[in-house]
């Protein structure tokens, strides 16, 4: 397990907003108590692997059969407007999307679980479990990051991956 350092977080006035450190950290210590196996992707482990970009959700890639236990948890914490669920690339890749809404100023923050299929695989065999906030959170590696935004491939993934490779090529 290595130690994990947080980029510094911007403090200002919101304190009826939904603050994704908080809400990031809340979920985190829910499932480490559970025990749930999860790792986290998309934007934040770009944040978590020193990458840090601007990013408006949570995803984490989850076992299917622990998807009723995490949707248990994230009700718990707030998270109850479950959509349809997404699949792409012939359901290679299937994502299920909870919000919570903030009932004083309406913010809402989207917790995306991603599930482990065969195509998924790869970047859930190679996650890391890092030393965080007095805890653990478990994150895909840079190669499993990289493997998981190439299934999308949006715009946004394409500057990411770049982003990974550059970093890797100069470490």
Known sequence: MTELDWPDRATDDRSTMLDLFDEFSALVAALEAEPVDY????????AIHALPRATIDIDLLIRPEDLAVVMRI??????????SPIRFRGG???????????????DTLMLDLLLLTTA?????????ALAWEGGTVRVVSR??????KSLRASGQDLDDIALLEDDNDAG
Do not use: H
């Open 92 to 106: 290679e890749v299937d994502i299920r999307r909870v919000t919570k809404i903030d009932p004083e100023s309406g």
């Open 74 to 83: 994230a009700n718990r914490l707030g998270y109850r407007f479950e959509a």
């Open 120 to 128: 998924t695989a790869d970047a859930w065999q190679g996650r890391q």
């Open 39 to 46: 790792a986290v992707c998309g934007g934040l482990a770009m």
């Open 143 to 148: 190669q499993g990051l990289i493997a998981l």
